[in-house]
């Protein structure tokens, strides 16, 4: 596997040779050994050395499988002229040679390892370069961060070697290879490979040279590698730094006074403050020898598994965290600085706090500016054989010696890159690959290796072999019996208990995130978890009509794909916010403000930070409007600390008020200016006062092709609503019906399955009767599925006074129904032209049952069009719930009011939740001829049953008798 190291000097080593087979055919492609001809793993760094980024505009040749790729591209006389330009780094499928596909859990290929399919993509990339003048004639090694999935490597017409490990480095021994002028790189890239059995990720196949290739000179007596080790103990605030690393290289940290510390001799340091996530605190350094000095930054920072808690610096900490695939809509796994910058900025913005590297060693850059900003990472290795479920695991890589070396080589090459991180604190096998010999020996390596990092693998479920109990998905219930210590064998009872992935967010969802932060809170031995996941990964792509639209599985004609499946994370593709970003944010806010009894209490739900960086302040709103606001004076309170204060003195108010208290940061950060709120609490102080008095007193006026009652027109032989004060309008009818989510749509007891067993989406209205009761126009139906005998009553009673139509409904379910609801209210259609909302109500975003905490009570505006959340998979979405009233609008400000008794919520859209919901992308959604509005008592929860449990019992909608009062207000041109 490796290489010897370049002679110090000028003298010129022997060009290196791969080791191994003989590389005359591609017989390495399907050989389980790892990545041959390359160097020893070491840590990735950049020093003063000269370097050479070869990123750029690469010659391309696709050829359908190896057999079929020309000989020669290594030589310099070689003719490419016919073949293509690509850019490196990138995936060839986006380049346009072949196209992406996208697959979960199975491979795409037959199972029959380690054997791949013959038809086997294989792209030829060549590059000519010059050696910039100032070059040192000294040793140089060419390093690759990323070949998916297998790579053969030229230079100068010498073979170098060949490797595996799509997201893993490779360096190669060059130095003496080098020529001042036209060096020709050459590397044939084979889309599968042994390789590709490890690499089942749930993800897009994509693949090519995807991360930096560079040329760095490795000065003589240079730095090869080194560890930096920097503890911290919390009870004397005394940092201990040591340096390994081969004898001559030393370190010196000039603020904490450490001047050309030799390598191998620890040294402490006072007063050191530890680095955390909360509180990044990074020093600068250098580790030097006489010829090479490499920067670097130290976090001192101790991780522990201790009394079954897992500690940093002494303390617990709770991973409010994110599963980050690196992805990127036009580019795929290629993530430009910029939007990895973007991920950490909105990840910090939104109270995440961690970050699981799902499911391989991301690019080294992103551990940098975790470093930076500060989030914890469980960097996970590049593996998972889950296609092999899908046979038992009969077979599976992770038990068969024959892929023992590959299993250590990938743990090794990803420990030694990325272990001088602070932010790294728990190393991962990886994910989803059963279990076995080889698995157990790369964790024995790693603790051998670095016993300063737990080891996390949610597949070792007894943890015969890892320092931490993880599981996916795992039920409220399931994680509460895990705090209390009554579920699973006795050694994973007493170790730390984290969730690797929860809160499946696809589509819209997940819900149920507040009872999971109840759980954390509750049993300190329940670390928190990590959302599935971070990201959309929507590939970027126009219709016919050049509309832009989100591609996902089965988009590429794959003849085996996951749909939408890899659509499932907290941020769109193109990194705009979904709602359940807002919705983490609220409920993992590391401050909780809570108003009761006339007092406030504040909270600090920090691990480390004490909340002096917080400012403090209260607005309050009278029906959504400020009528005064103020700062609060908060003693800063340790982490864990919490203070009552009295409310501040606030005038008096008629209407309903509310006093919202914010927590704000008070000077710039990295990744937020002062100003940005970290948390929220809302407390009412008036409340709302006695209803209008009920429309009622107009007379039904009745002829014979309409039925006038205030400003209401029926229809009266179907009793329904026809024109509101001149506005045409449809309905209001029951309405049970919503497009599924993806999670109503899920893998255990789905409802979705259950809604259409039970008609709900075909329900027909059955006039009962009509009749006038005093003033009152009672319109009697029965609303029920065709083949089947439960139905509900739906009583109209409609009254007015001359400005005002009020509806009253009443529903009484009949007979034995076999589900739950999608949602219980009324549907009606009003003019197109009524295309702005405002409200009182929650807002600013979409809320449901039980993903609702990040939704205040206030005055919001909003376009119709606006109201709709992208997904990109359509499906239910928009809701606003908690409303006191509403208002929808035409542009000169004419349109219809409606006031809730008490309250409703609503949803409003240019299409109905049918076409919503045969919609396969945002592009199938045409605007209609009127805008669809939902009046609704409720709608059933969320949940996370795309993958996991589903809608918690108290957020199930069931049949039940109901009453659902509304007014309906026509408004003329203010
Ligand atoms: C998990 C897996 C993830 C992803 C998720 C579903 O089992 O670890 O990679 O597939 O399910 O989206």
């Known amino acids: 596997m490796t290489a010897p190291l370049p002679l110090p000097g000028r003298s010129r080593p022997a060009p290196p040779r791969a080791e191994g087979k003989l590389l005359t055919s591609s017989s390495y492609v399907e050989d389980p050994a790892p990545s041959h001809g390359s160097s020893a793993p070491r840590s990735a760094f950049r020093s003063d050395a000269p370097a050479l980024g070869l990123g750029g505009s690469w010659r391309f040749l696709l050829s359908p499988s190896a057999e079929a790729a020309p000989d020669g591209i290594e030589r310099d006389d070689y003719d490419d002229k016919g073949w293509d330009d690509i850019p490196v780094p990138g995936h060839w499928q986006l380049a346009g040679h072949g196209s992406p596909a996208y697959t979960n859990v199975r491979y795409p290929f037959p199972v029959n390892p380690p054997h791949v399919p013959s038809d086997n993509p294989t792209g030829d990339y060549r590059l000519s370069f010059d050696l910039p003048d100032e070059w040192p004639d000294e040793p140089a090694v060419l390093r690759f961060d990323g070949i998916d999935s297998c790579g053969r490597v030229w230079l100068n017409g010498t073979e170098l070697g060949v490797t595996k490990g799509s997201r893993l480095p490779a360096e190669f021994d060059v130095g003496p290879l080098l020529r001042p002028r036209g060096n020709l790189l050459a590397v044939r890239v084979h889309q599968w490979s042994a390789a590709s059995y490890l690499e089942d990720q749930d993800m897009w196949w994509l693949s090519g040279i995807f991360r930096d290739v560079t ?42 006074g450490v001047v050309g510390l030799p390598a191998g001799q620890p040294a402490e340091v006072a007063d050191v403050t530890p680095w955390s996530a909360e509180e990044p605190r990074l020093y ?6 006489g010829t090479e000095r490499v920067p670097v930054r130290i976090g001192f920072r101790t991780v522990t598994v201790e009394d079954g808690q897992l500690r940093v610096n002494g303390r617990r900490i709770v991973f409010r965290g994110v599963n980050r695939h690196e992805f990127h809509p036009d580019s795929g796994r290629v993530v430009p600085r910029e939007f990895a910058v973007a991920d950490v900025e909105l990840m910090k913005r939104h109270n995440v706090n961690a970050v699981r590297t799902s499911h391989y060693p991301p690019d080294p850059a992103f551990l940098d500016l975790c470093d930076t900003y500060g989030l914890w990472v469980i960097d996970e290795c590049d593996l998972e054989t889950h296609g092999f479920s899908e046979l038992d695991w009969q077979g599976n890589p992770s038990d068969d010696p024959r892929w023992a070396d590959a299993y250590l080589d990938r743990m090794r090459r990803m420990v030694e890159r990325d272990k001088n991180h602070p932010s790294v604190v728990l190393w991962s096998l990886g994910n989803e690959a059963g279990t076995g010999r080889n698995l157990a020996a790369a964790a024995e390596w790693t603790h051998r290796r670095d016993p300063t990092r737990p080891l996390h693998y949610e597949g070792d479920a007894d943890c015969a072999y890892t320092d931490v109990h993880s599981r996916m998905y795992a039920s409220h219930e399931v994680v509460d019996r895990i705090g209390r210590g009554v579920e699973g064998p006795e050694r994973i009872r007493e170790l730390p208990f984290i969730l690797c992935e929860f809160g499946h967010a696809m589509g819209n969802g997940p819900g149920g995130l507040l009872e999971y932060r109840e759980l954390f809170e509750r049993h300190p031995r329940c670390q928190g978890g990590f959302v599935w996941e971070w990201i959309d990964h929507g590939l970027a792509r126009q219709d016919a009509e050049g509309r832009a639209y989100f591609a996902y599985g089965g988009d590429f004609d794959e003849p085996l794909h996951d749909g939408n499946f890899v659509i499932d994370g907290i941020v769109h593709p193109d990194r705009t916010p979904s709602p359940a970003l807002a919705e983490f944010a609220k409920v993992f806010e590391p401050v909780r403000i809570t108003g009761a009894d006339g007092a406030l209490r504040v909270t600090n739900h920090y691990d480390i930070l004490s909340s002096a960086h917080l400012d403090f302040s209260w607005v309050l709103e009278q029906e959504g409007t400020e009528v005064a606001r103020g700062t609060l004076t908060v003693p800063p309170l340790a982490a864990g600390d919490s203070t009552d204060l009295p409310l501040p003195v606030l005038p008096a108010t008629g209407a309903e008020s509310w006093l919202t208290v914010r927590a704000a940061l008070a000077a710039d950060t990295a990744w937020a200016k002062a100003g940005h709120v970290v948390a929220w609490g809302q407390t009412p102080v008036t409340a709302a006062p006695a209803l209008p008095a009920p429309a009622a007193g107009a007379a039904p006026d009745m002829t014979e092709s309409a039925l006038r009652l205030g400003p209401g ?20 009818r029951l309405d049970l019906w919503r497009a599924p989510t993806d999670n109503d749509r899920g893998s255990e007891n789905p409802d979705e399955r259950s809604w259409r067993a039970a008609g709900l989406h075909r329900l027909q209205h059955r006039l009962v009767g009509t009749e006038l009761l005093g003033d009152a126009l009672v319109v009697r139906t029965r609303v029920a599925p065709p083949g089947l005998g439960f139905g509900m009553r739906a009583d109209y009673h409609w009254s007015a006074d001359q400005q005002r139509l009020r509806l009253r409904l009443e529903v009484e379910p009949e007979g034995t129904w076999p589900c739950t609801l999608p949602r219980l209210g009324v549907r009606m259609t009003v003019p197109a032209a ?33 109201l709709q959340t992208p997904y990109v998979f359509p499906q239910e979405n928009g809701n606003r719930i908690d409303l006191r ?14 006031d809730g008794e008490p309250a409703f919520a609503f949803t409003a859209r240019r299409w109905t939740s049918e076409h919503l919901a045969a919609a396969a992308h945002t592009t199938d959604l045409e605007p209609g001829d009127t805008i669809v509005l939902n009046l609704d008592l409720a709608q059933n929860g969320l949940g996370s049953a795309s993958c996991g449990p589903g809608v918690l019992p108290q957020y199930r909608l069931h049949p039940d008798s109901a009453t659902l009062t509304l007014t309906f207000t026509p408004e003329a041109t203010p």
């Open 713 to 732: 027109v029926f229809d009266p032989l179907t009793g329904q609503l026809t024109a509101l004060g001149g506005l045409p309008v449809e309905g209001p």
């Open 885 to 898: 009233w509403l208002r929808l609008t035409s542009a000169d400000g004419a349109g219809l009011r409606v």
């Open 834 to 866: 009524l295309g702005r909302a405002e409200w009182f109500g929650r807002g600013p975003g979409e809320a449901y049952a039980d993903s609702r905490q990040a939704a205040r009570i206030g005055r919001f505006t909003s376009t119709v069009d606006a």
């Open 215 to 256: 040329l760095l000179a490795r000065p003589a007596g240079g730095v090869r590698d080194f560890t930096v080790d920097a503890g911290y103990d919390h009870l004397t605030a005394r940092g201990t730094l040591r340096l390994d690393a081969d004898s001559g290289v030393r370190i010196s940290v000039p603020e904490l």
């Open 284 to 289: 600068e350094g250098e580790v030097h020898t």
